[in-house]
């Protein structure tokens, strides 16, 4: 592997940190690629065989890799370890014990049995952020259960509210709790870097994709222990705002939000409507939300009068915040999305995949870091090397079958 295509940290704000990322699926690998965009170096400890969970998530496949595996897995070493065998474990130890952070979903009794708790490395590693991902957190009469993204949708009430007008419950299309919990895992893990660099001293950091999705729902929760009623699927029209919904047009679906009194005014006049504008009873958006069905009905027939490309026209001049409801073939060709280099074309794939850049831009870093995901175990040898390990002792290591790698294969970088 070439210096060029290695992913070593550049100018990121976390260079020089060293994170051992023990975590599966997609939110803890979620987590880590934004600290890896970052500047870290990210080394992901892999079971024997199969690897990450996602690596067989699929189809698509390309290359015979996983699409959903690589969106949550460029910038980070792969290094294959086998915590059935003693020495596989003593191995992850010493990875540990060089690291700065450390990043597991696991099972509690599993990490007990195998020593990696973090009681255990806490007290071992005074200097180690310990950062536990789970479905329910650490604590609590659920703190054993797995924990799915669906699971996490359905518990924390985020479906209860999502879907057609009174139709059934819906999960959210993608991978929101795992996204979320992502996020969520990457600030709390980069707050706690501030003080271990200022004093040394490591943390505890309890993550969970509830806790996650209860943070997406804090403004639904508020309104409703406030008083609200208990809300239902209603096809997003049952926003605090109104009028904040999607609309059919002449030809297609387009998004309106209303965001003040004035904006309001402004948009009664511009669709043709200016008595609504008028109406006191309607001045003020409490007033709208007691009217929002007559109200909702008198503006739908208005815009099916033109298309979404004209209202678009129409809305842009007066100030009123739209946009079309657009396909994920319209977004990936979307001229922002362009502009803002927002899809990053995987090294090595000839721009037949890709992944998504993460949600911030950095003036010190402006071209992102963008390595391509690992094979299986390519830099198990390369790693270990660097934590002082001979040639023999790891020859060794591999024949009992402690650790695996592959080939060093170069994969170009962006």
């Known amino acids: 592997m070439s210096d060029q295509d290695r992913p070593t ?101 599993k990490l007990e049995a195998l020593d990696i708790d973090h009681v255990r490395l806490r007290a071992d590693f005074p200097h180690l952020i310990y950062c536990a991902m789970s479905g329910f957190g650490l604590d609590g009469p659920d703190h054993t259960l797995p924990g799915y993204d669906l699971a996490a949708q359905a518990r924390s009430g985020l479906m209860s509210v999502t879907g057609a007008k009174g139709g059934a419950p819906q999960r959210v299309s993608t991978a929101l709790s795992d996204v979320v919990t992502g996020m969520c895992a990457a600030l709390a893990i980069s707050a706690a870097v501030v003080r271990q660099r200022a004093e040394g001293i490591g943390d505890l950091i309890d ?73 006191n009873d309607l001045s003020e958006n409490a007033g709208r939300r007691a009217h929002r069905t007559r109200l909702a009905d008198l503006v739908g027939a208005r815009l099916t009068e033109r298309t979404a490309a004209e209202w678009q026209q129409i809305l842009g001049d007066a100030g009123i915040p739209c946009s079309l409801v657009q396909s994920l073939s319209e977004v990936v060709a979307d001229p922002q999305v362009l502009a803002r280099e927002s899809l990053l074309p995987v090294p090595g794939t000839g721009a037949t995949m890709h992944s998504v850049r993460s949600p911030f831009r950095f003036s010190s870093i402006p071209d992102p870091r963008n390595t391509r995901f690992p094979e299986l175990g390519e830099h198990t040898v390369e790693v270990l090397t660097e934590h002082g390990y001979s040639s023999a002792a790891i020859a060794r290591l591999r024949e009992r079958g402690a650790i695996e790698a592959t080939g060093t294969e170069t994969h170009g970088a962006r």
């Open 207 to 279: 993550v969970s994709l509830l806790d996650s999705d209860l943070a997406v729902m804090a403004p639904r929760i508020a309104a409703f222990m406030a008083g609200d009623p208990e809300p239902s699927p209603s096809g997003g029209t049952d926003s605090v705002l109104a009028i904040y919904q999607s609309f059919r047009t002449a030809d297609r679906d387009l998004v309106i939000a209303i965001g003040n009194d004035a904006m309001w005014r402004r948009f009664c006049v511009a669709i043709g409507l200016p008595e609504l504008a008028e109406d």
């Open 9 to 109: 940290p550049t100018s990121g704000p976390l260079t020089g940190l060293r994170v051992v990322d023990l975590t599966t699926s997609y939110a803890g690998p979620t987590a880590s690629m934004y600290l890896a965009d970052l500047g870290a170096d990210v080394i992901k400890v892999e079971r024997p065989g199969t690897g990450d969970d996602a690596r067989s998530w699929g189809p698509p496949f390309v290359q015979s890799s996983s699409a959903w595996f690589a969106s949550a897995n460029r910038n980070k070493r792969s290094v294959v370890v086998n915590l059935r065998d003693p020495e596989g474990r003593a191995t992850l130890r010493t990875l540990i014990g060089k690291a700065d952070v450390f990043m597991e979903n696991l099972n509690p009794g």
